[in-house]
């Protein structure tokens, strides 16, 4: 069983930055994509940012140029960067490690995920 494992979660600043890291307990992510995802109060869990086995990343439109996913192979370790954070950015979010092969912004195109870590950004 994979457990993945969130932190860096927080309290900001509206513009301000915060980093997330997701770790697998036991198990490498050398060779799956991962995903982030955020659930807002009341709504339904959305796509952020996925990165391949080989680095290639995909964002979903609101967060371009203000997020930044990588990963370092090396620590077993995926990252979201998020910068110049929004009110609207308020969530709790979530890694996940893809199916197989799989990589994509839809949640069946993963199969396991962290227990998320709280972001909230203040006006």
């Known amino acids: 069983q994979v457990q993945l494992v969130e932190s860096g979660g927080g309290l900001v600043q509206a513009g301000g930055s915060l980093r997330l890291s997701c770790v697998p307990s036991?198990?490498?992510?050398?060779?799956?994509?991962v995903g982030w995802f955020r659930q807002a109060p009341g709504k339904e869990r959305e796509f952020v940012a996925t990165?391949?086995?080989?680095?290639?990343?995909t964002y979903t439109d609101s967060v371009k140029g203000r997020f930044t996913i990588s990963r370092d192979n090396a620590k077993n370790t995926v990252y979201l960067q998020m910068d110049n954070l929004k009110p609207e950015d308020t969530a709790v979010y979530y890694c996940?490690?893809?199916?197989?092969?799989?990589?994509?912004?839809?949640?069946?195109?993963?199969?396991?995920w962290g227990q998320g870590t709280q972001v909230t950004v203040s006006e």
């Open positions: 990165i391949t086995r080989s680095g290639s990343t």
């Open positions: 996940a490690r893809g199916a197989g092969g799989r990589v994509g912004p839809e949640r069946t195109d993963y199969n396991y």
């Open positions: 036991g198990r490498t992510f050398g060779f799956y994509a």
